[in-house]
């Protein structure tokens, strides 16, 4: 009798050993929705790089408690209902434990029904507030939050005794709610809005907002969106001679925006921006330089040029995601609970601290006011 226990017990121990092998080795899907094509394409395209960078170094080194990844990327052109399509593929057919994306806010703001129906954590690499305030439970982004941008942009200006503000900002989910917040925020800190302009996000030309604005004499103007836009608005200023202090959202915050202004266009420009577009002239006691480094010269080794703060927030993600699964495990629902819990990690746009009531997780440290200076960042004391 006892023989056969002990058999029995044998056999049990075996089964469970290979059960758990077969876990542990299994596979990890990661889906992700970027606008790789289209006029975002500046914000998809180093979003994806950086992921199949990440993924293939972390399988390099053995996966993540013995499994590896697999990252499934779809291209939505920048396109909501494509997005919305696809993230329903992501789910149904291709059973993934989480997303990463999409790259705007509009996309984000309609593929979050899928995800909150479906029960599967989303990792937003867009901006606005509207995507994670109010709190949605399956719902994350990485950027920080626009009003923190804005927020940043009008106390520079408040030491600069600027007061009154011209708005031009872009139709669109990040437009709209980087126009609302700085309204909101204006108003509480004594700032005049003096011109409040929109613009369309394949307009050519908006001079004639322009020329309003230049008629206005406002202490600032303010320009939210992302290009091709802003850089059509950078050129406009220089041709019409506009000498307002011109500043731009974090939006912009590439060398795709130099590029597309050109250099003498955009020289003096002023926004907020990540960490990322100046490591190279932060103390080296700053708690992101390393992480901010490292970053980039793999980047620069995979692809041949520099690392984008668009793409950090893809980075952003995949570190929320793999430090999850490391934490609390790989099933949809344990990477969402990973991720609420994540606190002083240390990434590419900030010091993340996620709870339930935050989750985006990123305060006004994230950001460092810079200005164009001869074709690249300098960071303004």
């Excluded at 007061?163 to 004594?190: E, N």
């Excluded at 004499?217 to 506009?242: H, S, Y």
Aim: charged share 20%.
């Amino acid at each position: 009798m006892m023989k056969r226990l002990l058999a029995v017990c044998s056999a049990m121990a075996v089964c469970l050993l290979m059960a758990t092998a077969s876990l542990a080795s299994g596979t990890i899907k990661i889906g992700a929705l970027f606008a790789v094509t289209g006029p975002a394409a500046f914000l998809g395209e180093p979003e994806k790089k950086t992921l199949e960078m990440l993924v293939k170094e972390t399988n390099s080194k053995g996966g993540i408690n013995g499994m590896k990844l697999e990252a499934v990327i779809y291209d939505t052109g920048g396109d909501a209902t494509k997005a919305v399509q696809l993230a329903t593929k992501l789910v149904k057919d291709d059973k993934v434990a989480v997303i990463i994306g999409p790259s705007t806010t509009g996309e984000s703001m309609a593929v979050i029904p899928v995800v909150e129906k479906e029960k599967i954590p989303l990792i937003s690499c867009a901006a606005g507030i509207k995507i994670t305030d109010p709190v949605k439970h399956w719902v994350f982004k990485t950027p920080a939050n626009d009003h923190v941008a804005a927020e940043k942009i009008l106390n520079y200006m408040s030491h600069h005794k600027q007061k009154s503000i011209a708005l031009l900002t872009v139709t669109d989910g990040f437009g709209a709610s980087g126009r609302d917040q700085i309204k909101t925020l204006a108003r509480q800190k004594g700032f005049t809005i003096v011109a409040d302009e929109v613009y369309g996000p394949k307009d050519t030309d908006m001079t004639a907002q322009l020329t309003k604005i230049r008629g206005i004499k406002p202490d600032a103007i303010i320009c939210w969106g992302t290009n091709p836009g802003p850089a059509v608005i950078t050129k406009n200023v220089k041709q019409l001679g506009i000498k307002t202090p011109l500043y731009m959202s974090h939006g912009v915050a590439s060398k795709k925006f130099i590029e597309l202004a050109g250099a003498d266009a955009a020289e003096g420009v002023m926004l907020p921006a990540g960490k990322l577009a100046i490591y190279d002239v932060l103390s080296k006691n700053d708690p992101q330089f390393k992480l901010l480094k490292e970053y980039d010269h793999a980047y620069k080794k995979s692809y041949g040029s520099e690392a984008s703060t668009f793409g950090g927030y893809a980075y952003d993600a995949f570190l929320l995601t793999s430090n999850a699964i490391k934490r609390s495990g790989s099933t949809p629902e344990q990477i969402r609970n990973g991720i609420e819990q994540a606190s002083r990690l240390v990434s590419i746009s900030g010091v993340f601290n996620m709870t339930a009531k935050d989750h985006n997780g990123l305060d006004l440290s994230a950001f460092e006011m810079v200005r164009i200076h001869k074709g690249d960042w300098s960071m303004i004391k």
